[in-house]
């Protein structure tokens, strides 16, 4: 990638020269500002409930682990254990809402940086700083400036695809592994990255380094839920794990599990009505990107990625119509937005 060594310039607006490595620091500072100008504005909206129900909830598991109670068995909240054990350390800090806002402006920005990467690498800089911006600007309207797992979960979910498709390193399908296990261990749904890390190596013709890349996505689970059975016992690991995935069929057929709240819809219309609202916000983000894929052929491996994990992440929209479900789709949409600027002489 150019910006890594050689200082390559190209002509930038009203004629300037800008080299590779300035126009990374300038993309860069520019994705900073955005970022944490968002995360202030989101600041000042956590006095009402709906921005604040899943955090509360959070940090309530977190002030318990910190308390020196038993995760998922003193409290139960049906997410995988990393968000809780991350949020310990803004409590113990005596921070909990600065240090979470921080937290999430930190993975956004990292997430920004990645997605320029990858964008730079395959369509030229400008679709990189494009493709950075996009995401750093739309992920506000998808709730991704509050504390929630989406954007923990979704820094892991893009570097565990940029070491997989960029690195030239023959560690590079475990390490993808132990991004996406990590990742896993935040967000049920970077499930989901399973197949689409298997359907990229079959189409690079790598499928015989699947067990690599499959060990490293277990690594990081064996150790947190093996270090919860040491810490808390038999009990709290078969409890964590019933919390984290097995709890999925619950969450889908009933409205309610244990004291948490699903929030499912039941009435057709009113799961219409959601889907609809939950969509039409991204509308113009999406037929741009539909577009490009349509009357921009052919498509490479790199972009029938890109495309399946957006449709398969944006599909878990239809489980529930909350608006941080966008958050794991968005960069993949903004990836296909950006390829239309792709710099002259780079093929599709």
């Known amino acids: 990638m150019a910006y890594h ?51 509360q909830r959070f940090y309530a598991m977190a002030q318990a682990i ?4 038993t995760p998922y068995l003193d409290y139960q909240d049906p997410k995988p254990p990393l968000i809780y054990f991350t949020l310990t350390l803004p409590v113990i800090l005596g921070q909990p809402l600065l240090g979470g806002l921080i937290l999430v402006g930190l993975c956004n920005f990292v997430s920004a940086l990645l997605l320029m990467a990858m964008a730079w690498r ?18 506000a309207w998808a709730q991704g400036y509050f504390v929630i797992t989406e954007p923990f979960a979704l820094t892991f979910i893009l570097l565990s695809t940029y070491l997989l498709v960029f690195s030239e390193s023959r560690w ?33 013709k790598e ?29 709290a690991l078969a409890a964590s794990l019933y919390w984290s995935y097995g709890v999925a069929d619950t969450y889908l057929t009933q409205s309610s599990m244990g004291d948490v709240t699903s929030y499912r819809t039941t009435d057709p219309i009113i799961l219409a009505a959601n889907l609809i609202m939950a969509v039409t916000i991204f ?12 009357q921009d052929r052919p498509l490479t491996p790199y972009d029938e990625y890109f495309i399946l994990a957006a449709v398969l992440f944006a599909g878990t929209i239809l489980i529930r119509q909350y608006l941080h479900y966008w958050i794991l789709a968005l960069p993949f949409i903004a990836l296909l937005c950006a390829r239309q600027f792709r710099k002259k002489g780079i093929s599709a």
């Open 283 to 294: 509308t113009s983000l999406l037929l741009f990107a539909l577009a490009n894929v349509i």
């Open 207 to 235: 499928l015989r380094r699947a067990t690599e890349l499959l060990l490293g996505i277990a690594i990081p689970l064996i150790i947190v839920f093996g270090a919860i059975f040491l810490a808390y016992g038999q009990d």
């Open 172 to 204: 590079k399908y475990l390490l993808a592994g132990l991004c996406a296990g990590i990742g896993i261990g935040f967000k049920q749904y970077a499930l989901l990255l399973i197949p689409l890390l298997l359907f990229f190596l079959y189409r690079k």
């Open 66 to 69: 910190v308390n020196g109670a």
């Open 5 to 55: 060594g050689e200082q390559k310039q190209e002509q930038g607006l009203y004629g300037l020269r800008i080299s590779d490595r300035a126009y990374f620091i300038g993309s860069a500072v520019l994705f900073a500002v955005v970022i944490f100008a968002l995360a202030f504005v989101s600041s000042t909206l956590m006095g009402s409930d709906w921005t604040t129900y899943d955090m």
């Open 122 to 139: 395959l369509y030229g800089r400008f679709s990189g700083m494009l493709a950075g911006l996009l995401f750093s600007l739309n992920i």
